[in-house]
Each structure stands twice: as structure tokens, then as C-alpha cells.
């Protein structure tokens, strides 16, 4: 059975045992932390070690950053490349699991003018092979996990849809990089949200969720028997961890959450 995990920024309290004292009363079973850029993420080493000292469980982070390792600008992707590789160490330090990352975001978009990129498809391609191959060594090296989020075609030009990143993945050949899905592109992107989970399924590494419309999920018309149904089926054992925006009292939807899904998955 699935477990469930919150992003931080979604639960009421000042400090991380203050958001997990609640995340727990609303059952929850992890905080999903967010990791800004200028290595942000790895100056609250200090308030991270507390927090787990204290008993926050913390098994994963995604990123909140300004540009990623699929960049245009070469200064850009090593940044972000950097910026990934210390967030990958702390997570590894605090005894998580991984970190999640799409390979851009808001950077082009094809469906919107001027509709052809500045860079050719074997150009993405080699860009988001050194990027993947240069940060999973990274993960392997640390024992954690990078996962590369497929965003929605207004989002991301290069990477959609799940098989687009299985394939990436399979030519890196690491086991340290998987991909890590959200419900909320899926249900742009996939034609058919669970039979992409099925023929994904050796790959998917993390899930994130929200509804069609990027609220909690119970807020939207996705069919979440369906797609809970599928990722039972392909053996997930991880969490789903929320990322949204909420609709009503922000504390009630995110209460709403677990129960939610546990009904969805019954």
C-alpha cells in the first residue's frame, strides 16, 4: 500500500517539527522538502539535521529552482548541475531517499511562438544524456536517487511524457536515476495515464500528486481509481507526495489528502 508525503511549504507551522506534528495528525507519513537554488538547500543543513534528530521523517526533495540541467545557456547548466549534485549529497546525509528535478522549466515551449527552440532535438538530446549521466554517477556515488519529472508540453519542450524519459534513462544506464511522475502533466501529456504507469513501470522511482486542474487532489476530474490502480499494479511501493495548490482552507485541503486516496485506492 502507497504511503503518503507533503511538501513542506503546504503544511501550517513555523518550523519543520511544527509542520510534521501536524502533517502526522492529518496522516501523513513524510514531508517532501523543497530545495532552492545558491545551494540554499544545502545552508539549512543545521535545521535539517535537527529536524531529523527530532524524528521528521524526510525521504525525498524536489527542486525550486531558477534553471535546470537542461538550460540553453552552458553557465546555466552547470549551475544547475551543481546545484543538483548538493542537493542529491544532502538528502543522502539525512538518510533520504532521492531528489526530484524536471530537465527545464518554463525555459520553451513548442506550442507557443516562436514554437522552434534555439537548439535542435540532437542537440536536447546530448544536453540531457551529460546532464543525467553527470548527476547519476553523482546519486550512485551518494546511495540516493535522481528523479527527472516529465512536464507538460507549456512547461518543458524536451522531456512530456514518461516513455520520453524511460528512454532517456535506459541510455544512461544507471540504476541511480528513475523517473519521477506527477498525476497533474500526466493528465495532459498521456493519452493514457495508466497504461504509461504500466509500460513505465521498472523505472518509476517517486510520484507527486495533484488533480487535473493542480489542486489537491479531489478537487479535479481525474479518474484517481485508475491511476492509483495502475501504479499498485506496477509494484510502487513509495510515496505520493503532494504538490498542489489548494482550493477551500488551505489546512482542510490538505487534510483532505490521505483520506482521499486511501478511498481512491480501496
Known sequence: MFTTACQEQLLPGETLQQKWEFAQSAGYDAIELRG???FHFRGRLPELRKALADGVVMPTVCVEMQHFFGAFDGELRRDAVEQMKSQLSVIGELGGRGAMTPASYGMFSRRLPPFEPPRSAEEDREVLLAGLTELGEHARREGVVLYLEPLNRYE???VNRLDQAVELIRETGLD????GIDSYHMNIEEADPPGAILAAAPYIGHAQVSDSNRFQPGAGHLDWPAWLGALDAAGYAGDLALECRLTGDPA?????VPPFLARAAA
Open 36 to 38: 532552492k537554488g545558491d
Open 156 to 158: 518543458d519542450h524536451m
Open 176 to 179: 541511480s536515476v528513475r523517473v
Open 252 to 256: 482542510e485541503a490538505v487534510r483532505s
